[in-house]
């Protein structure tokens, strides 16, 4: 049954004055259901102004019937008035609703669809508007549809114990690289990397060549691309164990093409993910996954498992695993238009002495390289990366002014990270806290980023376009410079220079930079049995008492989440980028999914204070004030490296600290009583101040509340609104005698608009400078905390910049006005 109703272009509010059918009779689709009369306004042909006025006058309309079929229902009479489209008019039923569509053709009946968009503005393609397949093959469904097909796939997998497992690719269960390296390497049973490059599988793929839009000359043919994966350890096993609990679907970033190649390596007989491969040609966006695209009713009994979490929104029902990082440097070859991840920390880092050295290396080369190079070798040689935050280093700690500011660059988990020598700045409860100031991290914007601030990504020709230029020069850059002979063949010349120096190490392991340890999949799959577990326990219950409602993941796995790691409290200090809002982080967010509490102050209540291992590098950059403020403090703290959180977050639960703890002679942890002192003045001061902020809020009435437009002075802000234009009304003369008596009192507003040239300010200057006045009145009150300790040292006013400013604004300002009299 469908029903009907005027559409919200009528000429609202219609009266019914006849009724041209009724239940029972069958109608063809235009035929007229009923008639109505409503007011309209026209001019006055009587009168002879000008500018004849309006009269009200009374007019006719028809409304017909959208669709063909037959009328089982009236719900409208003579005389009734209808004041808006929501109101059912009748109730038809259809030969065929229409609600699985093809390719423009109505899969039930058979009717072209796509051509059925009459005068009226009913549209049959707007009843399947769902596309629920894994492929692009045009296949629509209607709403109803959906949720009949949802609820049959559910009460199925319920029956078998199942649920739905949506499986990303690349650094999730697999990692790629396109370096001919490892295929080289892989012919060298000699090579130190053969080991862990031998069972490396790889595939070729025939990639179109990119034209110009408007191009009229001769195709170009495709180029052929070899990939080489390399298969997380343990993946056949988690697979085969996981299908037995789990229907599996694949949800990737990466090309259709490479989906396909990827599933027949790691499923070649189709029987853990058959058909159920969605790819980024086809999921309808090029920037974010949504569980919509494949379960756009119902994702009560669906698990989710990838790398990145944003990309996601942090959906509820994913779990996020450490990213796969085998090939060093490398990082996601499928993520060039996604959002770069550069400065966070992303996974455990790889404690290898070979590591280090390169590591130190890479760092000495950097201090002889020019910006440019050091850019163009990191964005050839890495994709993810991973700076050190030296914003807790303060002025005066026992931590020398090189270890201010020279930052380290780390091999971490991720690939070789990219590192960053900012300018040493004090830290402080104000700058390292969650001001909105920093809710962006410093990135460069590319062209994807544009055009996906622009364009939101969705279904964006421009984007995908822009997508595929920046995939393909990203794998043609590597294919070129080869990042991993290039780091091993450093690695060579550093070990050599190791050897030729120093007296051989008997404990230290093979010079190669490929090492696979990666344990994920193991404790993945432990918690993917502990969902299914829990989920199968309430539905049990539901089936013996359905008023306890049908399970629902999307509460479940948040649930279960929050109790394992509840009451664990951790500094992070050394480890999120500058100027990065710490909610924003995503490893800030992945450990409150987890029940901690994410601090960035030495806070009483903490139990662990995190920070990079200075025994990890070769450069020893020591250890932050907040680091040695905290051991010095805090009775029975843990000063762990993040390695520990990676793995408290992939055991769901607290583990040893003993492997994780950072142990330096008693030295290295030196901190005065002074800075002590200082610091804890200064925190003090600064959550004073947040309560004195907190509080004022509090007590504001809210914007746009009925109780502060009451006590709004209407009458006050009238009479200032004169007294203003009256000001600009006063002759030159009394202008001139205001600023000749320089009466700062007036604010220089009415001087500056009665010939107030020789102050140098202009009335819009004025007015900007008034408007400033305030915030710059109190900035003592919004210094950073540790201007109170830091030697006295103060922020420079940057007033030569501001003026120039004021002349931007005043000129932008002045050529509107221009505008506005053209």
Known sequence: MTSVSLPASAPFPVTVTAIACRPGETVSRYAVLLKYRYWDYQEDPNSKEENPPKIRVERIGLFESPIEGEITLMDVNVGEEITHSGIEVCSIREPCTHDVQYGGLCALCGKAVEDEKGYTGYNYEDRATIAMSHDNTGLRISYDEATKIEHNATERLAKEKKLILVVDLDQTVIHATVDPTVGEWQKDPQNPNYPFV???????????PIVPPGWMGPRPGPTKCWYYVKLRPGLKEFLANVAERYELHI??????????????????????????????????????????????????????????????????????????????????????????????????????????????????DKKDEKPAEIDDRLQNSTQDSEMDDGSDSEPGSSQSKAEEEDQPTDLGKNGLESSATPNSRSSSPDETGDSDSHDSDSESSSPVDRLVELGGGENNKNLLLEQLISRTQNLEQQQHDRPLAKLQDKMDKIAHDHEDSSEPDKEEEEEHILYDDDAELITLEKALDYIHEQYFKAYDSFQKNEALGRPDLTTIIPRLKLDCLNGVVVLLSGILPLGMNMNNADIVIWCRQFGMKVVNEVLPEITHVVCRDPNASYMKTGLTLKVRIAKK???????????????????????????????????????????????????????????????????????????????????EADAEVDDFLAGISDDDEEGD??????????????????????????????????????????ESDNEDASDNYSNGDHKKRKTEEDGDNIDELEKELLDELDNLDD
């Not at 003090?684 to 709004?712: K, N, T």
């Open 198 to 208: 031998k069972d490396v599988q790889s595939f070729c793929l025939e990639e179109e």
């Open 251 to 364: 949800y990737t970033m990466a090309t259709r093409n490479y989906a396909l190649a990827i599933a027949n390596i790691i499923d070649p007989k189709g029987i853990y993910f058959g058909d159920r491969i969605l790819s980024r040609d086809e999921s309808g966006s090029l920037t974010h996954k949504n569980l919509k695209r494949l379960f756009p009713v119902d994702q009560l009994m669906v698990v989710i498992i990838d790398d990145r979490g944003d990309v996601w929104q942090w959906d509820p029902n994913l779990i996020k695993v450490v990213p796969y990082d085998f090939f060093v440097g490398i990082g996601d070859i499928n993520s060039s238009f996604l959002p770069k991840k550069n400065g966070q920390l992303v996974g455990p880092t790889k404690n290898r002495k070979s590591l280090a050295r390169l590591e130190e290396a890479m760092g000495d």
């Open 633 to 715: 403090t805090v009775p029975g703290v843990k000063v762990v490296n993040p390695d520990w959180l990676f793995a408290c977050l992939s055991l769901w639960k607290p583990v040893a600290e003993s492997d994780y703890l950072i142990e330096l002679p008693e030295q290295d942890w030196y901190v005065s009583e002074n800075d002590v002192t200082k610091y804890q003045t200064a925190l003090g001061s600064q959550q004073e101040r947040d309560q004195a902020r907190s509080a004022a809020a509090d007590s504001r009435p809210r914007q746009g509340s009925l109780s502060s437009i009451d006590d709004y002075d209407f009458n």
């Open 737 to 778: 005698d205001f600023e000749a008596e320089g009466d700062e009192s007036l604010g220089g507003m009415e001087a500056a608009n009665n010939g107030g040239n020789g102050a140098g300010m202009s009335f819009v200057k004025s007015l900007y400078s008034n408007k400033r006045k305030a915030p710059e009145d109190n």
